[in-house]
């Protein structure tokens, strides 16, 4: 299985935004919940947000009003579009296919106070 690709990541102040994507290849895409999980230093990787094939959504309490999950088929790509970032966001953020075990090699995201 092809291990998905995550971008966006960087260093942004508080109350800033930023954009992430995941490609996926279409074997672990099509038809699959995709969910973005983060693991900050010294914690254990946690779910941020999921979205269905047919675009149902859900997040973490910590992020609920802040960030939106949203996915586009046609490119078989999954986004994390985040706002209002605190220092507390700050990990690295995976995203992963309920279809397969594989994880890609993250991006980091940096809040600063």
């Known amino acids: 299985q092809v291990q998905p690709v995550e971008s966006g990541g960087g260093l942004v102040q508080a109350g800033g935004s930023l954009r992430l994507s995941c490609a996926a290849s279409?074997?672990?895409?099509?038809?699959?919940?995709m969910g973005w999980y983060r693991q900050a230093p010294g914690k254990q990787r946690e779910l941020v947000a999921q979205?269905?094939?047919?675009?149902?959504?859900n997040y973490a309490d910590s992020v609920k009003g802040r960030f939106t999950i949203s996915r586009d088929n046609a490119k078989s790509i999954v986004y994390l579009q985040m706002n209002s970032l605190k220092p507390e966001d700050t990990a690295v953020y995976y995203c992963?296919?309920?279809?397969?075990?594989?994880w890609g090699q993250g991006t980091q995201v940096t809040v600063s106070s």
């Open positions: 279409r074997s672990i895409f099509d038809g699959n919940t």
């Open positions: 979205v269905s094939s047919g675009g149902s959504t």
């Open positions: 992963k296919s309920g279809g397969s075990a594989v």
